[in-house]
């Protein structure tokens, strides 16, 4: 009690003091503006966790009503394994592949995907990842490049008027022209055993290096001269390595190593007043390039800025400087499965993967996107003869033991079986 009373006392004369200065109805004020604030940062909170709940239960309920439709779609229209036959031409899009870290280079695959979800044929989340429906190109084409018989594989929904569908999502330039069932293990780029491409170009092309350009639309190919380009086109046959027909591969890579089946060109033909030929190439499989710099080496031999020996010393160990003519005229014609024709295509209930019946609609395709983009490009912008004047800059004697840096070198792009040119 001795204690506590001094403890009474200070506080009693503390209080007189607060009311003498009028510090006590401050206190009162500020003991009670405390409280009301506490109060309603207790109703925010509150309010804060309904509304998060609420949210959580709207997401929630919305998840469960797009899982329901996705099952009910899945009831209606179960997946299938399918090989969709594309034609499309290239100008304006970077190539095939999609490339999501890139997403402001449109390719070929992005309106196709963009096609694929809008018509219902894959669920929208699949869209970001399209290995969930095993897709898989058959051929990897480079930016420009064109094809009048690309196919991809996939799991799609067959729904009602499937190719009709896709197509009302997808520019003119691009069609899905066939569709046929496979089996659940098809892969379009592990199947593939050939692939044929063809490449436009202006006969001016193989004129003498001494021809006068200016005037394209008056040169025409002599019958000699379109025998020695086959003569040369058909040394390409067979095996060989074509390390330099390509970007960073060694001599000694084995992936180098392609197999050639055909190679020529076929006569020449008047488009808009100007002398045109298509050459054709079929092999096994074809890095990035190749093809552009196999018909690149033959020209600049034709011309007379190299000797024809130099064929010969691109297969070798030694680094050769092969031009590589351009993209423009290229175009993925169509694509081969015989082995699996010859597993499947006669079971009953599998369809050989041959399109007879869509072949007048792929020449429609050609005649009306293609050959008309190649042929106006050509006379307008004239890329080949702007090409064939950067020729005499090329070096074709001078030859370099190959060098590589493992530290440095970077992995080129074009795989074993993995066509991209």
């Not at 001269?225 to 095996?239: D, E, P």
Request: charged residues 30%; hydrophobic residues 35%.
């Amino acid at each position: 009690m001795v204690k506590i009373r001094p403890l009474l006392s200070a506080l009693v004369n503390q209080r007189q003091t607060l009311v003498r200065n009028g510090g006590f109805s401050r206190f009162l004020c500020t003991m009670t503006e405390a409280a009301r604030d506490e109060q309603t940062a207790k109703q925010l909170k509150r309010a804060n966790e309904e509304n998060e709940d609420s949210t959580e239960k709207v997401q929630a309920a919305k998840r469960i009503k797009a899982e329901g439709e996705h099952t009910e779609d899945e009831k209606k229209y179960p997946k299938k394994k399918v090989v969709l036959l594309m034609a499309y031409c290239g100008k304006g899009y970077y190539g095939m592949q999609r490339n999501p870290s890139a997403s402001q280079f449109r390719t070929i695959e992005d309106d196709l995907v963009t096609a694929l979800i809008k018509s219902g044929c894959i669920p929208e989340n699949h869209g970001e990842d399209m290995k969930k429906t095993s897709f898989q190109r058959c051929a990897r084409t480079d930016k420009g490049v064109s094809a009048a018989g690309q196919v991809v594989s996939l799991k799609v929904r067959m729904i009602e008027d499937v190719m009709e569908k896709i197509n009302e999502h997808l520019p003119p330039q691009i069609r899905v022209l066939g569709l046929k069932r496979v089996t659940q293990s098809f892969n379009s780029k592990n199947n593939c055993d050939a692939r044929t491409y063809c490449y436009m170009l202006p006969t001016v092309a193989f004129s003498p290096k001494d021809y006068d350009t200016g005037n394209i639309a008056a040169f025409r190919l002599e019958p000699e001269t379109l025998q020695r380009v086959n003569r040369l086109f058909s040394l390409y046959k067979g095996t060989h390595n074509f390390h330099n027909f390509t970007s960073q591969k060694a001599p000694n890579d084995p992936s180098a190593r392609r197999y050639i089946t055909e190679m020529s060109c076929g006569e020449p033909f008047i488009r808009s007043n100007t002398e045109f030929a298509v050459i054709t190439v079929r092999g096994q499989s074809f890095m990035m390039h190749q093809i552009r710099k196999m018909i690149g080496l033959v020209i600049a031999v034709i011309k007379g800025y190299a000797k024809e020996d130099v064929m010969e010393r691109s297969w070798g160990q030694e680094k050769v400087d092969v031009p590589k003519a351009p993209g423009l005229g290229l175009v993925l014609e169509r694509v081969h499965f015989d082995r699996y024709n010859k597993r499947f295509g006669g079971d009953g209930l599998h369809e050989r993967l041959e399109w007879e019946r869509e072949e007048e609609a792929i020449q429609a395709f050609k005649e009306a996107h293609i050959y008309p983009t190649i042929v106006e490009t050509e006379c307008q912008e004239g890329a080949m003869v702007s090409w064939m004047a950067t020729l005499p800059i090329h070096d074709f004697e001078a030859t370099a033991v190959y060098t590589r840096d493992n530290k440095n070198q970077k992995q080129d792009n074009a795989d074993v079986g993995n066509d991209s040119d």
